[in-house]
């Protein structure tokens, strides 16, 4: 389906603590990223990605030596991961093992060639079409989904169940999550869980009593503190990047 995704606990040490500690001289512009992994044939590309020096000197990149509050295990990034809260995993560099502040903007394949998105707000195009501009990949757009029910799943009429999911954006947190099982004509909003802080996935849950035989396409969408709000079509762009629009679960009543 959607692939699978994580929320973890990280520890370690701001970016820009290692940075100042390091010093940054006027000019710089970007700072370099690349891990101990190396690529497999000669002809491809090193994985090196670039953060913009504003971005790498803010407070929220850390540089994190622990997850969950062990070491981070090695599929993850053992023993040091570039952890850039907000921002696509491609930014989180595992197995760190080089910072290079540069006073230009990075060419690296993994940046000028690859993971980028079209340069509009909308980050897309018509569906088929190449964009004339892209940009590099940025932030998460709010998203959110149905983990209780699998598509396909059974309910039985009548017998009251709990809906539950999570939702998360690019770090303005959680403000509302809606679920609609009339396509989307009517919408009752969910109960959220704690807020673990505006990166973290935010849990939520809704009764749910089904109230006539057969299928029904649930639907989930989450809105941000920005008030953005999952789109109902998919904003398309070549690669389907960030795409956040509403899901739907379709479920049987029997
Ligand atoms: N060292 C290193 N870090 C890396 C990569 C890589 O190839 N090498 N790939 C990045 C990309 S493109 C993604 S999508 C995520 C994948 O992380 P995951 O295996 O935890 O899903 O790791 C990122 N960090
Ligand atoms: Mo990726």
Redo the contacts with the bound molecule.
Sequence with gaps: GNG?V?NARWTGIPLKAVLEHAGVQAGAKQVTF????HPVLPTTPE?I?ALGIDLALSDEPMIAWAMNDADIPF???YPIKLIVPGY?????????SEIEVIDHTFEGY?MEKA?RVPDNDCQCVPPGTVPDKTRPIGKLKVRSFITSLQPGAKVKLNEPITLRGFAFDGGHGIQSVEVSEDGGRNWRLAVLGESLGNYSFREWTLQWLPREKGKVGLQVRATNGQGEQQPVKVLWNPAIYVKNNIETTPVTVV
């Excluded at 690349?34 to 992994?37: K, M």
């Excluded at 696509?88 to 760190?96: A, I, N, Q």
């Design positions: 699978s994580g690349r891990g101990l992994d994985f990605k599929l993850n990034g696509f995993g491609t930014y989180w560099v595992k197995h760190l993994f993971y």
